[in-house]
């Protein structure tokens, strides 16, 4: 029988998540489909949110340079899914005189660049918080000058 050790005696190690290997990128691209948010679905898989948005970031860049690698098969995956499920979303909004409400509030949240009708807001609201993290970067570098003289 195994003895659980307590958390103060177990030997800790600097990576609490492990690595994204071909068949968890897999297993994360199943979940997707699904619908589950990409955040769930990678900690759900022992993976951080951080380390597959990385992952997804890789992937592009090897797309763009025409290798096929695993973080590659995970964009193409993820592509393939994210169509599928705007297709679907599109189908049951077509036919449907009413009843189409959640078809269209996906589409309007989870692919909200293309949908939302406030995507102009939304864009200005991204801009001004970027510009606020410009701004106060800058601030704290002029205060830095200015103590120094």
């Known amino acids: 029988m195994a003895v659980i050790k307590p958390v103060s005696e177990k030997k800790r190690t600097g990576r609490h998540m492990e690595l994204a290997t071909p068949h968890k990128l897999k297993k994360i691209l199943a979940d997707i489909a699904l619908g589950i948010p990409y955040e769930i679905a990678a900690t759900a898989n022992r993976l ?12 592009e860049i090897d797309i763009a340079e025409g290798d ?16 599928n499920a705007i297709a679907s979303c599109l189908a049951d909004i077509r036919p449907a ?7 269209e509030w996906i589409l309007e949240r989870r692919f909200w660049k293309h949908f939302s009708p406030n995507v102009p807001t939304m864009e200005l609201a991204a801009q001004m918080e970027e510009f606020k993290k410009i701004l106060a970067e800058s601030q704290k570098l002029k205060g830095n000058k200015d103590e120094k003289e």
Do not use: F, W
């Open 48 to 59: 951080s949110p951080a380390h597959l948005y990385n992952c997804i970031l890789q992937g």
């Open 68 to 83: 096929d690698t695993p973080h590659a098969s995970l964009v193409e995956g993820l592509r393939v899914i994210e169509k």
């Open 97 to 103: 005189e009413k009843g189409h409400r959640g078809a």
